[in-house]
């Protein structure tokens, strides 16, 4: 970092706009990979009413691993969120006459994921089961409350894989 760097950086951001850098020690941490991110996941209870308490064990789950492992499972959750951002999947969510809500839809693909690897797998294949009448908006905060939970310090990332609705150019040409 030099101060080219930091002019570059006030003059694309606001004045307003607060910029953390955290430099993290990759090689401290053992690997964290599918069958982690996995197992986190299927710490969720989607047969419970209050989703706090659906989301509560796999929030604990992951700040139970080193902070390192909280930004590489946001990634990856944010990966699989991209990759059910699709024309196709959007048309079984939310079939005509409805109109797609682009949160609305976040939300159906979060529960998708929520429900697990086989779940997200096969809808992944298939984007005629994705299933609109369930949203799952709590698994956009698991990583931020995980981050809280273990260092008690508000989470200050955004993921560089983007997964709003219609972010995906390729699911949606």
Known sequence: MDEDFIRDLKQKY??????NIQLVDWEDAPPFGE???WDIMAHIDLNKANPVDAIKPAQERLSAHPVVHIFQFEDMMAARLRS???AEHAAAAYPAPKRLSA?????VRAAAVAKG????????RHPEKMDGGHSFEPLLSLSAN?????????FDYLSPVDYETGSNDAGWA
Do not use: M
């Open 146 to 154: 995980a981050y809280t939970l273990k260092t008690g310090e508000a």
């Open 14 to 19: 606001p004045a307003y706009t607060r910029l």
């Open 103 to 107: 949160d609305g839809f976040l939300y």
């Open 84 to 86: 059910l951002d699709t």
């Open 35 to 37: 069958d982690d991110f």
């Open 117 to 124: 690897r086989q779940y997200y797998q096969e809808v992944l």
